[in-house]
């Protein structure tokens, strides 16, 4: 029997996941084989014409059903991308978006043009720990972090995350609620919470639905963890402290509110590339 080409799987998976409504057929199907076949995406063009073992189709069809039942193809495969960096996910982490990108970039930005060689800086709900590593790796400045969760095995994968990167002894992660158990004062807050209101989970993509709830209801409104996040940040952040949030849409207005009512100064609201109100930036001086 003829052996299967990389460009015979490519077409058949991209109209097989084109028929089970799959966003990004073409791309989906080039990750998960360049997984198996442990090549660069790009270098399957330079390959087109290379025919699988048997073991390698066996192995591309259980990731290719498995994608097709709505498993996010960054728990398939494993890790995702994010400021350039590759970090570890699993089933037991929201996976890093690009729009959170924003966030890291604005903070980077802040901290480049603070007066300040040394900072602290914690992350609250981190997950992966992808946007509190990316900070202290890419930072033009020494930083000191925190990454905060209330799941230990989200922890476990920033951890591991922080070793690959090389910024483990710079980085400390605790368990528990929001900024209870940061014992000390901090320079900088920065904070992707769940912020999707409970009425709209259902209605989420099938992929999304793979993600950790915890990490994706934000309450009634989607404001809870915000609230949360900015009262106790008024007794941890040191005089003249910030605080950087990234927020969903049409939110960015009403947590500007919130921060005004907790004396919060200097309140600005940022915008990524695509024009949407993304990151709410402010400063606190203690009264």
């Given at each position: 029997?003829e052996q299967?080409t ?23 199907a080039?990750?998960?084989l ?28 259980e990731l ?9 193809v960054a728990?398939?495969v494993?890790?995702?991308?994010f ?12 996976i890093?978006r ?16 603070l007066?300040?060689?040394e ?6 709900g ?32 920033a ?25 000390d004062?901090v ?10 209101p409970t ?14 709830m915890?990490a ?17 940040a ?11 949030l990234e ?16 004396n ?24």
């Open positions: 029997m299967l990389v460009k015979d799987v490519l077409d058949k998976t991209t109209d097989f996941f084109k028929e089970h409504g799959i966003d990004t057929p073409r791309l989906d080039e990750i998960l360049a997984e198996v076949l442990e090549l660069e995406r790009i270098k399957l063009y330079v390959n087109f014409d290379q025919p699988l073992e048997n073991s390698e189709v066996d192995q591309y069809r290719i059903v498995s994608r097709s039942k709505g498993i996010p728990y398939l494993q890790k995702q991308e400021m350039s960096l590759e970090f570890k996910v699993t089933p037991d982490v929201l890093p690009p729009e959170t990108e924003h966030l890291v970039e604005t903070t980077l930005e802040l901290i480049a043009e007066d300040r060689t900072l602290k800086i914690v992350d609250v981190t997950g992966s720990g992808a946007i509190i590593i990316s900070l202290v790796k890419l930072a033009s400045k020494e930083l000191t972090g925190v990454g905060i969760d209330i799941s230990e095995q989200a922890l476990k994968v951890q591991k995350n922080a070793i690959k990167q090389q910024v483990k002894g710079k980085i400390e992660f605790k368990v528990g609620d929001l900024l209870e158990p940061l014992n004062s320079d900088l807050i920065v904070s992707n919470p769940p912020y999707i009425g709209q989970l259902a209605s989420l993509q099938q992929e999304v639905k793979a993600e950790p915890l994706l209801d934000g309450g009634a409104e989607g404001l809870d963890y915000y609230y949360q996040i900015i009262k106790q008024t007794a941890k952040l040191r005089a003249g402290g910030l605080i950087l927020v969903g849409i049409n939110q960015a207005r009403k947590i500007a509110d919130v921060l005004a009512e907790f919060f100064k200097e309140i600005e609201i940022i915008e990524d590339y695509s024009g949407i109100e993304r990151v709410v930036k402010a400063s606190y001086d203690k009264e």
